[in-house]
C-alpha cells in the first residue's frame, strides 16, 4: 500500500510540475509589459501620480470594491518589479500553489494519494486559463479563487469543525472574501453561514477549547457579513452594464458558468464567435446532473454520519456559495465567458473532494474517473484555444511595443491598436501612456510625443437630426439610437476627433461615428463608443487626469480623411455640446 501510495504521489507531483513548468512558459513566450483593459485603471497609481488613499482603496471599480487585489497589485509593482508580467507570475504561481495544497489536503482526507488526484494541477493550471494568466489585472480573480480555495481545503482536511489554526485561517479568508471584489463577496454568505454552524458544533462541546474556537469562528463569520453589508454603502450600479430579471436566463447563464470550470473546450466553444458547439445544452444537463447527485450524495452522508456534519455541511455550503456566485453572474453576463474559468473551477475541484470521502468505493472511482477523464479528454482543446488566444494577445502587443520602439506617434499606435487588447476609451491610454514613459516601464520609454496639431471646428449645425431634439448646442435623445450628423464642405485628413461636453442628467453613453465624402455610409469600422466604466471616480471625466476638468473628453484617434462626424445617442441622456473638433497634423495645408 506505501508502494503504491509513492507511486501514486510521484505521478501526481510530475503532473502538477509538468503543468506549472507549461504555464510559467506561456507567460514567458506570450506575458507582455503592456497593459491591458483595467490595467490601465492602475497606471496612474502604480507610476506614483496619483495617490493611493482609503477612498481609492475602497471606491468601486465597476461592480467591484477590491482593496486587497489593488494592495497586491501595488505592491508586486513598487517592491518586485514593476511589469505588468510580474501579476501574470503571480497569477500562475499562485493557482499552482493551491493546486498541491489540494493534492496534500485529499490525500490526508482519504489516507493515501490516487493517481486520479492529477485532476487537481489539469483542471486549474490548464491553458484554459491564458486569458487570466496573461492579464496582470486578474489578481482580482486570483484573490478570490486563492481564498475560496483554501476554505475548501480547510473544509476536506478534518471530518469536524476545524481547531484554531484551521478556524484562524478558514475564517480569515472568508473574511477577506468581500474586499476583493464581487467575485469574492458572491461566496460569503454560504460560507459564513458554515463558519456560523462549525462555531455552533464547537459551542456545543461545552469545553473551554470549543468555547474559545467558536467564538474566534462566529467573530469571523459576523465581520463577513458586517463587511457584506457595508459593500453596498454608497454603491452605485454601473451604468448600462448588462442586466436581466428572467429566471430562465439567469439560471442558463448560472449553468453555462459552471460547465465552463471544465474550460472553453468541453462546449467546443470557438475563438471568434465565442460560440459553443450546437450540442452544449447536453454537456451543460450532464455537468448539472453531477452537481446535483453529489449534493444529493453529501446531503446524505451529513443527514446519517453525525461525525461527518461539520465537513459535509461545509461541502453543502461550498456548492452553495459557488451557485450563489454563478446565479449573480447570471443576472447580467455571458456564462461562456473564458475569463470565468478561474472563478468556476473550484466548483469542480469541491466535487473530487466529495466523491473522494462520500458515497460507495465503486460509485466514488467511477466519479472521480469521470471528472478526471474529462479533464484529460479537454485538455488538447482547451491547450489550443489558449494558445490561439495567447499568440493573437502577443501578435497585437507586440507589434504595439516594436511601433513605439520604432518612434511612431502616440495617436497613431492608439488608432492601430487601442481596440482590441488596449482599452476601448482612447483619452485613457492617451493620457496614461507618458505616465509609463516617466517610470520608465518597458518599451513606454521610447514613447514619443504627439506632434503638434491644428483645430478645425466643426460648426455645431447638425445637416442631419433623428430622434434627438437640439438647440443651441444642447441635445436630448428622445430614445435609444437618436444621432445627429454634423459635416465640414470637403474631407480633411485628421488625427483624430474631441468632442467636448456636460450632461445634466444621467451620465450618457454614447459613439461617434465618421466617414469621408467618398464613403456611402457610416459603418462600424470607422466608429468608437464611451460609457462609464472602470473606477468609479471616473465615470464622468474618463481619465483621472480630467477629474479637475469642467467638461468631460472624449479623443478618438481616426488617421484617416473626414468630412461628416455623427454622434449617437445610446442612452436617454441630455448633453450639452462644448465643441466638436478635428485634430489636423500641423504640416497639413488643409484649413
Known amino acids: 500500500m506505501a508502494r503504491r501510495d509513492r507511486g501514486a504521489l510521484s505521478f501526481v507531483l510530475i503532473v502538477w510540475v509538468a503543468m506549472l513548468a507549461a504555464a510559467l512558459t506561456l507567460v514567458a513566450v506570450y506575458g507582455s509589459n503592456v497593459p491591458s483593459w483595467d490595467d490601465w485603471d492602475m497606471v496612474p497609481t502604480m507610476t506614483g501620480h496619483q495617490p493611493v488613499t482609503l477612498e481609492w482603496l475602497w471606491s468601486q471599480h465597476n461592480e467591484h470594491r477590491d482593496p486587497m487585489p489593488r494592495l497586491l497589485y ?37 489516507g493515501s494519494a490516487s493517481y486520479l488526484d492529477a485532476f487537481f494541477p489539469i483542471a486549474l493550471m490548464n491553458w484554459a486559463e491564458a486569458v487570466n494568466f496573461l492579464w496582470c489585472w486578474e489578481v482580482q480573480f ?10 475548501l481545503i480547510v473544509i476536506a482536511r478534518n471530518p469536524g469543525p476545524p481547531k484554531l489554526p484551521g478556524a484562524l485561517v478558514a475564517g480569515a479568508c472568508v473574511m477577506f472574501l468581500p474586499l476583493c471584489g464581487a467575485n469574492g463577496l458572491g461566496l460569503v454568505p454560504a460560507l459564513a453561514l458554515w463558519l456560523g454552524y462549525a462555531a455552533f458544533l464547537h459551542w456545543r462541546t461545552a469545553s473551554p477549547t470549543g468555547r474559545r474556537n467558536a467564538i474566534v469562528l462566529a467573530g469571523f463569520a459576523v465581520t463577513a457579513v458586517l463587511l457584506v453589508g457595508l459593500y453596498f454603502v454608497g454603491y452605485n450600479s454601473v451604468p448600462y452594464h448588462p442586466s436581466t430579471h428572467s429566471r430562465r436566463i439567469i439560471l442558463q447563464t448560472a449553468l453555462q458558468f459552471l460547465t465552463m470550470g471544465f474550460g472553453p473546450g468541453v462546449v467546443g466553444l470557438s475563438f471568434e464567435g465565442r460560440l459553443p458547439m450546437p450540442f452544449w445544452k447536453i454537456v451543460c444537463a450532464a455537468v448539472t446532473g453531477l452537481f446535483l447527485l453529489t449534493g444529493v450524495t453529501v446531503i446524505t452522508a451529513w443527514r446519517k454520519q453525525s461525525s461527518e456534519s461539520a465537513r459535509a455541511a461545509g461541502f453543502l455550503l461550498f456548492f452553495a456559495a459557488m451557485a450563489s456566485l454563478a446565479l449573480g453572474l447570471g443576472m447580467g453576463r455571458n456564462g461562456f465567458e473564458v475569463r470565468y474559468v478561474t472563478l468556476s473551477v473550484p466548483a469542480l475541484c469541491a466535487m473530487y473532494f466529495a466523491w473522494c470521502i462520500y458515497g460507495t468505493p465503486w460509485f466514488q472511482g467511477l466519479i472521480r ?21 495567447a499568440r493573437d494577445l502577443r501578435s497585437h502587443l507586440g507589434a504595439f511595443e516594436a511601433d513605439m520602439v520604432a518612434g511612431t506617434p502616440p495617436y497613431q499606435l492608439i488608432q492601430r491598436y487601442g481596440g482590441k487588447y488596449l482599452h476601448p476609451h482612447q483619452l485613457i491610454v ?36 433623428r430622434d434627438v431634439e437640439f438647440s443651441n448646442g444642447v441635445a436630448r435623445a428622445i430614445g435609444m439610437g437618436g444621432s445627429l450628423t454634423f459635416a465640414l464642405p470637403a474631407d480633411v485628413q485628421v488625427a483624430g476627433i474631441r468632442l467636448r461636453y456636460t450632461y445634466s442628467s444621467s451620465k450618457p453613453y454614447l459613439a461617434i461615428y465618421w466617414k469621408s465624402h467618398n464613403q456611402p455610409r457610416f459603418n462600424d469600422e470607422s466608429y468608437s463608443k464611451y460609457s462609464p466604466t472602470g473606477d468609479r471616480a471616473n465615470w464622468g471625466r474618463i481619465a483621472w487626469t480630467r477629474l479637475q476638468d469642467d467638461a468631460s473628453t472624449v479623443y478618438v484617434w481616426v488617421s484617416q480623411p473626414v468630412q461628416m462626424v455623427r454622434i449617437l445617442a445610446m442612452s436617454k441622456a441630455t448633453i450639452d455640446i462644448r465643441e466638436l473638433t478635428l485634430l489636423v497634423p500641423a504640416e497639413s495645408s488643409q484649413y
Open 74 to 110: 501595488l505592491a508586486m509593482m513598487r517592491f518586485v518589479r514593476m511589469d505588468f508580467r510580474t501579476g501574470m507570475y503571480f497569477n500562475v504561481v499562485a493557482t499552482s500553489a493551491l493546486a498541491l495544497g489540494m493534492v496534500i489536503a485529499v490525500r490526508r482526507a482519504r
Open 142 to 151: 486570483y484573490a478570490s479563487m486563492l481564498l475560496g480555495g483554501i476554505v
Open 369 to 389: 474517473t469521470l471528472l478526471f477523464a474529462t479533464g484529460v479528454v479537454v485538455l488538447v482543446p482547451n491547450t489550443m484555444w489558449g494558445l490561439r488566444y
Open 430 to 465: 492617451t493620457d496614461y501612456m507618458p505616465l509609463l514613459r516617466d517610470s520608465r516601464v518597458g518599451a513606454f520609454r521610447y514613447l514619443r510625443d504627439n506632434p503638434p496639431f491644428r483645430e478645425v471646428s466643426i460648426p455645431l449645425e447638425p445637416i442631419e437630426s
